[in-house]
């Protein structure tokens, strides 16, 4: 069974400023997806960014990009130019193959400070 | 726009009844999914669904079981409500054979057991 480990379970950034959140997972296989979901305070589950295991270019979405180590089995996710917006829960997530299912971690509180 | 839409945005019931959440997509998608969010536990897969009148245990079946009638709707039921059901109750949907695309969530279903 795979596993995701998020061992911070809060974080806090001054607003501008950049921030890495840790994500680890286990697992066999060498076929996945992995996946930053991002939860703000009463709202919708939203996808921040998503990776490829086959594609070794590090996903980038505007202000969020990621660092995926295969070997290491370790995806953080960056957030740069930190915006009050961006205070929310994050949570990673992996994704077996062509599996849908997702196994999630435990999730971060995500703070940006005025 | 993907939407997935929960019936109830808060839900307070006693303890024995049997309660329904319900969830309902627009985009024609195969595959469907009920977790639970707790906190310090992140998501945890209760049921999913690959298509009508499919279903398949996820990580915490126990105490629920689900209906699938029809392709946009998945309902998830509670047989006999307890309080350590009380939860925060997640909705999502997904294209099917496509790996890297996401989950689509609702807004969820926060429900309480008295």
């Known amino acids: 069974a795979q596993t995701v480990t998020q061992s911070q379970p809060e974080m806090s950034v001054q607003e501008a400023e950049t921030v890495t959140l840790s994500c680890t997972y286990d697992?066999?296989?060498?076929?996945?997806?992995l996946f930053w979901y991002k939860q703000p305070p009463s709202r919708q589950m939203i996808l921040v960014i998503r990776q490829e295991a086959y594609k070794q270019q590090n996903a980038t979405e505007n202000r969020f990009s990621v660092n995926f180590q295969k070997a290491a089995k370790s995806f953080s996710l960056k957030i740069s130019d930190s915006q009050l917006g961006d205070t929310a829960m994050y949570f990673c997530a992996f994704m077996k193959g062509a599996n849908s299912k997702l196994t999630f971690g435990k999730g971060i509180t995500l703070s940006v400070r005025p | 726009d993907v939407k997935v839409t929960q019936s109830s945005r808060y839900l307070v019931k006693r303890t024995g009844e049997k309660v329904f959440l319900e969830c309902v997509q627009d985009m024609d998608h195969e595959n469907m999914f009920w977790y639970r969010q707790d906190p310090g536990l992140g998501l945890r897969l209760i049921y999913f669904s690959y298509d009508v009148k499919m279903k398949e245990k996820g990580d915490i079946p126990e105490g629920y079981s689900v209906s699938r009638e029809k392709k946009e709707r998945f309902s998830l039921i509670l047989e006999s409500a307890s309080t350590n059901q009380t939860s925060m109750y997640l909705c999502a949907s997904k294209e099917t054979g496509l790996g890297s695309q996401p989950q689509h969530f609702g807004d969820g279903t926060r429900l309480s057991i008295l």
């Open positions: 697992t066999s296989e060498s076929n996945y997806y």
